[in-house]
Nanobody
Framework: QVQLVESGGGLVQPGGSLRLSCAASARISSINAMGWYRQAPGKQRELVATISGGSTNYADSVKCRFTISRDYAKNTVYLQMNSLKPEDTAVYYC????????????WGQGTQVTVSS
Protein backbone atom coordinates (compact mmCIF):
# COMPACT_ATOMS: atom_id res chain seq x y z
CA GLN A 1 0.00 0.00 0.00
CA VAL A 2 1.51 3.28 -1.10
CA GLN A 3 1.57 6.00 1.51
CA LEU A 4 2.03 9.72 1.05
CA VAL A 5 4.14 11.32 3.77
CA GLU A 6 3.89 15.07 4.21
CA SER A 7 6.34 17.28 6.06
CA GLY A 8 7.24 20.92 6.48
CA GLY A 9 4.24 22.26 8.35
CA GLY A 10 4.50 24.35 11.47
CA LEU A 11 3.92 27.71 13.08
CA VAL A 12 4.96 30.82 11.17
CA GLN A 13 4.33 34.53 11.54
CA PRO A 14 2.26 36.45 9.02
CA GLY A 15 4.40 37.29 6.00
CA GLY A 16 6.62 34.29 6.55
CA SER A 17 7.29 31.27 4.37
CA LEU A 18 7.04 27.50 4.60
CA ARG A 19 7.81 24.70 2.20
CA LEU A 20 5.69 21.56 2.31
CA SER A 21 6.87 18.25 0.91
CA CYS A 22 4.92 15.12 0.06
CA ALA A 23 6.81 11.95 -0.74
CA ALA A 24 5.35 8.63 -1.85
CA SER A 25 6.58 5.57 0.02
CA ALA A 26 6.83 3.66 -3.26
CA ARG A 27 6.79 4.44 -6.93
CA ILE A 28 3.35 5.37 -8.26
CA SER A 29 2.82 4.60 -11.92
CA SER A 30 0.56 6.47 -14.29
CA ILE A 31 0.30 9.62 -12.20
CA ASN A 32 -2.21 11.99 -13.73
CA ALA A 33 -1.93 14.81 -11.24
CA MET A 34 -0.49 15.71 -7.86
CA GLY A 35 -1.84 18.40 -5.66
CA TRP A 36 -2.32 20.11 -2.34
CA TYR A 37 -5.61 20.69 -0.56
CA ARG A 38 -6.34 22.28 2.79
CA GLN A 39 -9.04 22.18 5.42
CA ALA A 40 -9.53 24.85 8.04
CA PRO A 41 -11.57 24.21 11.20
CA GLY A 42 -15.28 24.22 10.42
CA LYS A 43 -14.71 24.46 6.68
CA GLN A 44 -14.72 22.05 3.77
CA ARG A 45 -11.52 20.77 2.24
CA GLU A 46 -10.51 22.99 -0.66
CA LEU A 47 -8.07 22.83 -3.52
CA VAL A 48 -4.88 24.84 -3.11
CA ALA A 49 -2.80 23.85 -6.13
CA THR A 50 -2.36 21.01 -8.60
CA ILE A 51 0.29 20.03 -11.09
CA SER A 52 -0.30 17.78 -14.10
CA GLY A 53 2.40 17.33 -16.67
CA GLY A 54 3.68 20.81 -17.26
CA SER A 55 0.51 22.57 -16.16
CA THR A 56 -0.26 24.08 -12.78
CA ASN A 57 -3.48 25.32 -11.28
CA TYR A 58 -3.96 27.49 -8.20
CA ALA A 59 -6.81 28.67 -6.05
CA ASP A 60 -7.34 32.41 -6.50
CA SER A 61 -6.56 32.98 -2.82
CA VAL A 62 -2.99 31.68 -3.17
CA LYS A 63 -2.01 32.81 -6.67
CA CYS A 64 1.29 34.71 -6.77
CA ARG A 65 2.10 33.55 -3.22
CA PHE A 66 2.28 29.75 -3.49
CA THR A 67 4.22 27.63 -5.97
CA ILE A 68 3.69 23.93 -6.60
CA SER A 69 6.48 21.83 -8.08
CA ARG A 70 7.27 18.18 -8.60
CA ASP A 71 10.35 15.97 -8.57
CA TYR A 72 9.53 13.15 -10.97
CA ALA A 73 12.48 11.01 -9.95
CA LYS A 74 11.57 11.15 -6.26
CA ASN A 75 7.78 10.96 -6.70
CA THR A 76 7.63 14.05 -4.53
CA VAL A 77 5.52 17.16 -4.76
CA TYR A 78 6.32 20.45 -3.04
CA LEU A 79 4.37 23.54 -2.08
CA GLN A 80 6.37 26.70 -1.51
CA MET A 81 4.24 29.12 0.48
CA ASN A 82 5.29 32.76 0.73
CA SER A 83 3.65 35.84 2.21
CA LEU A 84 1.57 33.64 4.48
CA LYS A 85 -1.60 35.05 6.00
CA PRO A 86 -3.59 33.98 9.06
CA GLU A 87 -6.33 32.76 6.72
CA ASP A 88 -3.87 30.22 5.31
CA THR A 89 -4.04 28.38 8.63
CA ALA A 90 -5.29 24.86 7.96
CA VAL A 91 -4.33 21.22 7.72
CA TYR A 92 -2.69 20.72 4.33
CA TYR A 93 -3.17 17.44 2.51
CA CYS A 94 -1.31 15.99 -0.42
CA UNK A 95 -3.25 14.11 -3.11
CA UNK A 96 -2.18 11.96 -6.02
CA UNK A 97 -4.50 10.94 -8.86
CA UNK A 98 -3.22 7.96 -10.82
CA UNK A 99 -4.32 5.18 -13.11
CA UNK A 100 -5.31 4.86 -16.74
CA UNK A 101 -8.32 2.59 -17.01
CA UNK A 102 -8.84 2.25 -13.25
CA UNK A 103 -8.43 5.47 -11.28
CA UNK A 104 -6.52 5.49 -7.99
CA UNK A 105 -6.53 8.30 -5.48
CA UNK A 106 -4.02 8.60 -2.67
CA TRP A 107 -4.21 11.07 0.23
CA GLY A 108 -1.59 12.00 2.76
CA GLN A 109 -2.29 12.21 6.47
CA GLY A 110 -2.08 16.01 6.55
CA THR A 111 0.30 18.52 8.05
CA GLN A 112 -0.74 21.49 10.18
CA VAL A 113 0.14 25.00 9.05
CA THR A 114 -0.55 27.78 11.53
CA VAL A 115 0.01 31.42 10.64
CA SER A 116 -0.09 33.58 13.73
CA SER A 117 1.83 36.32 15.47
Amino acid sequence: QVQLVESGGGLVQPGGSLRLSCAASARISSINAMGWYRQAPGKQRELVATISGGSTNYADSVKCRFTISRDYAKNTVYLQMNSLKPEDTAVYYCKVDAGITVPYVYWGQGTQVTVSS
